[in-house]
């Protein structure tokens, strides 16, 4: 599957909360692997889905589109699980607040 399939809902309008930054990402990994949401854990790493270096650079990608701000390209390596990530992604936000 290509990453271009997948939607990539319009950037919130304020911060995102953890539940929101969440729930984005389960949406987006379930869509890409084609899968239920109810399927994906938050605190399994990415590579165990499966997930090739390409796929991990076009969800950052897709997520630093949706969050309207830089991501680093490797981010998903430092943080390898949707819970991680959003820990990191949420902690950011309140120290450049």
């Known amino acids: 599957m290509k990453n271009q399939d997948i939607q990539v809902t319009q950037m919130p309008k304020e911060s995102p909360t953890e539940a929101k930054i969440q729930a984005w990402l389960v949406s987006y990994l379930a869509e890409l692997l084609e899968i239920d949401s109810d ?9 165990r889905y499966g997930l090739d270096s390409s796929a ?42």
């Not at 399927?39 to 590579?47: G, M, Q, S, Y």
């Open 56 to 97: 991990l650079v076009g969800l950052t990608g897709d997520l630093e589109a949706w969050l309207g701000r830089e991501l680093d390209p490797t981010l998903l390596y430092d943080y390898p699980t949707i819970d991680a990530l959003v820990q990191h992604l949420i902690e950011e936000s309140k120290v450049k607040v």
């Open 39 to 47: 399927e994906i854990d938050v605190t399994i790493p990415f590579d």
